[in-house]
């Protein structure tokens, strides 16, 4: 008997050692050193004005779990007041919530897009909207990261076979692994003589536009434009927010099976949710102390390690190339107490693999400076 289950793990086994032989092999590893690596960008996730949210949230009698899914008995108050007020303050017709910004993904692009549509996907988009698209209905097509004109071209392309349907372009604002921008307006011209635009705005939200309203702010409110904004990242919560037309929101709450199948999000979440756009209302502070921190280490590696290219965002890719010398690097940089992790494939292209320096308010400005000198001093010879 023992023997048939060791039989019966050998193929998972076998794929985990050819991880471990390209040094792609992942683990759990605890926090350790200075915040380098979270995406707690504005320093919200333990601040005091969100433990306090809630604290008086649970002693007002707010559920921890919904126990139900939104249409059964997990409709609760709080949630409901939460999609109210950050609907009014992204500025769209309405917003509806899941339980994270994957699921809420995967929910859009498996519902939305019909079938004789076209998803048109930038080759950079995140795992959860490759997911999503395989899963769809849509017609599914790529174009080269962040051009617009090769957007055009396959859409073109696509028109010239006879197709008709409408054309759901799908980007993130700002690229989690490289913390470059989209060319929200170019994209959103070419959504317009075509069909929609889904923006994926979750690194930018809290972070970038009036009061951190993203950086597809003076977009929302169209109808053929939805958003997603995150709670797990800038807003030091969990869960996520659809945003976009009334029409489209009804239709998620009437055909989404992610939605409609599954327990609803923490009711305590959307309480400190609410908190957490009160906070980017009342402390632009956040807003402009980590553009110092992203200004600061720009010079700094400008100065130092001028051959390494930085982003100009919050997320600053540092390209490696090799998996193992990677993670080499990745150990050394936190043997020295700063907590920057290695990116290997295939989160990132083969070939690619860096450290994802995450700039928040967790770090100083001394420990920005004191993470620049660390690089220069173990950043591997070419």
């Given at each position: 008997?023992?023997?048939?289950?060791?039989?019966?793990?050998?193929?998972?086994?076998?794929?985990?050692?050819?991880l471990?032989?390209?040094?792609?092999?992942?683990g759990?590893?605890?926090?350790?050193?200075?915040?380098?690596?979270s995406?707690?960008?504005?320093g919200?996730?333990?601040?005091?004005?969100?433990?306090q949210?809630?604290?008086r949230?649970?002693?007002?009698?707010?559920?921890?779990?919904?126990?139900?899914?939104?249409?059964?008995?997990g409709?609760?108050?709080?949630?409901?007041?939460?999609?109210?007020?950050?609907?009014?303050?992204?500025?769209?017709?309405?917003?509806?919530?899941?339980?994270?910004g994957?699921?809420?993904?995967?929910?859009?692009?498996?519902?939305?897009?019909?079938?004789?549509?076209?998803?048109?996907?930038?080759?950079?988009?995140?795992?959860?909207?490759?997911?999503?698209a395989r899963?769809?209905?849509?017609q599914?097509?790529?174009?080269?990261h962040g051009?617009v004109?090769?957007a055009?071209?396959?859409?073109?392309?696509?028109?010239a076979?006879?197709?008709?349907?409408?054309?759901?372009?799908?980007?993130?604002?700002?690229y989690?692994?490289d913390?470059?921008?989209?060319?929200?307006d170019?994209?959103?011209?070419?959504a317009?003589?075509?069909?929609?635009?889904?923006?994926?705005?979750?690194?930018?939200?809290?972070?970038?536009?009036?009061?951190?309203?993203?950086?597809a702010?003076?977009?929302?409110?169209?109808?053929?434009?939805?958003?997603?904004?995150?709670?797990?990242?800038?807003?030091?919560?969990?869960g996520?927010?659809i945003?976009?037309?009334?029409?489209?929101?009804?239709?998620?709450?009437?055909?989404?099976?992610?939605?409609?199948?599954?327990?609803?999000?923490?009711?305590?979440?959307?309480?400190?949710?609410?908190?957490?756009?009160?906070?980017?209302?009342?402390?632009?502070?956040?807003?402009?102390?980590?553009?110092?921190?992203?200004?600061?280490f720009g010079?700094?590696m400008?100065?130092?390690?001028p051959?390494?290219?930085?982003?100009?965002?919050?997320?600053?890719?540092?390209?490696?190339?090799?998996?193992?010398?990677?993670?080499?690097?990745?150990?050394?940089?936190?043997?020295?107490?700063?907590?920057?992790r290695?990116?290997?494939?295939?989160?990132?292209?083969?070939g690619?693999s860096?450290?994802?320096?995450?700039?928040?308010?967790?770090?100083?400005?001394?420990?920005?400076?004191?993470?620049?000198?660390?690089?220069?001093?173990?950043?591997?010879?070419?």
């Amino acid at each position: 008997m023992g023997q048939g289950i060791l039989d019966r793990l050998a193929g998972y086994r076998r794929d985990l050692e050819g991880l471990a032989a390209d040094a792609r092999l992942r683990g759990l590893a605890p926090r350790r050193g200075i915040d380098f690596s979270s995406n707690d960008y504005i320093g919200l996730a333990q601040s005091d004005r969100l433990v306090q949210a809630a604290r008086r949230a649970l002693d007002q009698g707010v559920p921890v779990g919904a126990a139900g899914s939104r249409l059964l008995r997990g409709n609760t108050d709080p949630q409901q007041e939460f999609e109210d007020a950050a609907a009014r303050f992204f500025g769209a017709e309405a917003a509806l919530g899941f339980g994270g910004g994957y699921v809420a993904n995967f929910a859009v692009l498996t519902t939305l897009p019909q079938r004789g549509d076209l998803l048109l996907m930038d080759a950079l988009s995140h795992a959860s909207t490759h997911e999503g698209a395989r899963a769809g209905r849509a017609q599914v097509a790529q174009f080269r990261h962040g051009d617009v004109d090769h957007a055009s071209d396959v859409i073109d392309a696509w028109r010239a076979e006879g197709h008709t349907g409408a054309v759901w372009i799908t980007v993130e604002s700002l690229y989690s692994m490289d913390g470059d921008v989209a060319p929200l307006d170019a994209l959103m011209d070419l959504a317009d003589r075509h069909g929609f635009l889904m923006v994926d705005e979750a690194h930018a939200t809290g972070v970038y536009g009036p009061q951190g309203r993203g950086l597809a702010h003076h977009l929302e409110g169209r109808d053929n434009v939805v958003t997603l904004h995150t709670l797990g990242k800038a807003l030091g919560g969990s869960g996520a927010l659809i945003c976009g037309s009334r029409v489209l929101i009804d239709f998620l709450i009437n055909r989404c099976r992610p939605f409609i199948f599954a327990t609803a999000p923490s009711p305590l979440m959307a309480a400190v949710g609410l908190e957490a756009l009160a906070v980017l209302r009342d402390e632009p502070w956040r807003q402009a102390a980590l553009r110092a921190h992203v200004d600061l280490f720009g010079a700094q590696m400008a100065q130092r390690l001028p051959q390494v290219p930085v982003s100009g965002s919050q997320i600053v890719p540092l390209i490696v190339g090799g998996n193992a010398p990677t993670m080499e690097l990745a150990q050394a940089v936190q043997a020295r107490g700063f907590d920057v992790r290695g990116i290997r494939p295939p989160t990132v292209p083969p070939g690619t693999s860096r450290l994802r320096v995450s700039l928040n308010l967790n770090a100083s400005t001394d420990d920005v400076i004191r993470l620049a000198e660390t690089l220069e001093e173990l950043w591997p010879e070419s």
